[in-house]
């Protein structure tokens, strides 16, 4: 009688990422079922009081309370670990919970936080605003060249902060040079990994300790459920991530988890068709006569298009683009557009279009939005799931009434 567990891809190591992707972490209660379960359940029994107690003290596995330990967020975590190519991770409400905990995890008063100043406006304020509240020094700076990082370094430095490509303007950072300098100071390298996906870009293959996602955007990527991720080293996940989100709660819940687990299974399927249309968007903008500028990791016209070839598989489903006309031109275009909606969410199936200036980063002062290169005229698209040539028609329409 033949044995399954003989079988070579009975050990997910021997599996690609997308077979992961639909079968990693997956654990059938027994009753069988072929999809997840959910595990709407607070608590959990212990068969006795010294089991109890061995669980509180870690010497037994098995759950104590949702808030940090419930297995349709487990499955959800396995999975994304697997793709990631992570030692652990910990899933969290929101995408900002991620980054806050991560960023606060390896922080003490005292310390210092080095960021690469083009980040999101939520992101950007966790390290400039709210660190410092806390006793935490940051320093901002051009994250286009890895020399920025190293003259920012301090002996205090604890966190080296990027994301890459940037939101909104798809700037690059390059992350093996700046994981050497960050290491090389004893900092820990965090990235924000969401413009490029897991798909296109493995930070922790190129340096990085921890990675955060906004598993809102691309992950669920159906408008339907929010949620966020942290992956790296098992010591600093189960160490201070894991303590912060069992002390102070900002837990994902059984259902939103659940949907991000469905929202595995497809996404290499759709974040591949999305960054198709996206490069075929890239070229149509990129020579359009009323088009000032594109940026587009994988569009030859990229200041960093070497560097987005080493480190990114392809250049993702994002497209910054600046119509002539500043912000007439690009609210003209915007509030003409009949399948792209105007929304500030991205990686949706529906193609979205937004004005970073006076929506996402709307709260920074002319002169910060200057040195993060958000102009007057700079919309971001995030290209969805519809045909291609519709949305190349519908930007047509859209800037022939520019």
Request: glycine share 8%; proline share 5%.
């Amino acid at each position: 009688m033949s044995d399954r567990t003989s079988n070579p891809l009975f050990d997910p190591k021997h599996r690609k990422a997308q077979t992961m992707m639909v079968h990693g972490g997956m654990e059938r209660s027994q009753h069988g079922e072929t999809s997840e379960a959910i595990f709407f359940n607070s608590g959990f029994v212990y068969p006795t009081s010294d089991s109890a107690e061995a669980r509180f003290k870690g010497e037994e596995p098995g759950h104590i309370y949702s808030r940090f330990s419930n297995p349709t967020v487990e499955m959800f975590q396995q999975r994304a670990a697997l793709l990631e190519g992570a030692e652990a991770a910990r899933a969290t409400a929101t995408g900002m919970a991620a980054v806050t905990t991560a960023v606060m995890s390896q922080l003490r008063a005292g310390d210092h936080v080095v960021a690469a100043r083009a980040l999101f406006g939520g992101c950007r304020f966790v390290v400039e605003t709210y660190m410092p509240r806390w006793g935490v020094e940051s320093t901002l700076v051009d994250g286009r060249d890895p020399e920025n990082f190293a003259r920012a370094m301090k002996p205090n430095t604890k966190v080296v902060f990027v994301e890459t490509p940037t939101n909104p303007t798809l700037e690059l950072v390059d992350l093996k040079a700046v994981a050497e300098i960050a290491h090389a100071h004893g900092a820990v390298l965090i990235v924000d990994n969401v413009f490029a996906t897991p798909i296109w870009q493995k930070p922790l293959e190129l340096g990085a300790d921890l990675v955060t996602y906004s598993a809102t955007k691309h992950i669920d990527g159906q408008g339907r459920a929010m949620g966020g991720l942290i992956l790296g080293r098992k010591e600093l996940i189960e160490a201070d991530i894991h303590t912060i989100i069992r002390q102070t709660g900002p837990s994902i819940s059984p259902f939103n988890a659940w949907v991000l687990l469905k929202g595995l299974e497809t996404l290499s399927l759709r974040v591949r068709a999305m960054t198709e249309s996206a490069a075929k968007i890239a070229d149509f903008l990129a020579d359009h006569p009323k088009i000032e500028s594109i940026s587009y990791p994988f569009h030859p016209s990229h200041p960093q298009y070497e560097l987005a070839k080493r480190q990114m598989g392809a250049g993702s489903t994002l497209v910054a683009l600046t119509p002539k006309g500043g912000k007439q031109a690009a609210f003209a275009l915007a509030d003409a557009l009949a399948i792209i909606a105007i929304s500030n969410n991205l990686g949706d199936a529906k193609s979205i279009i937004s004005h970073p200036a006076t929506t996402t980063h709307q709260r920074f002062t002319p002169e910060e939005k200057m040195e993060m290169d958000i102009t007057d005229g700079l919309l971001r698209l995030s290209v969805g799931l519809e045909d291609g040539d519709d949305l190349i028609a519908d930007l047509s329409f859209g800037l022939d009434q520019v």
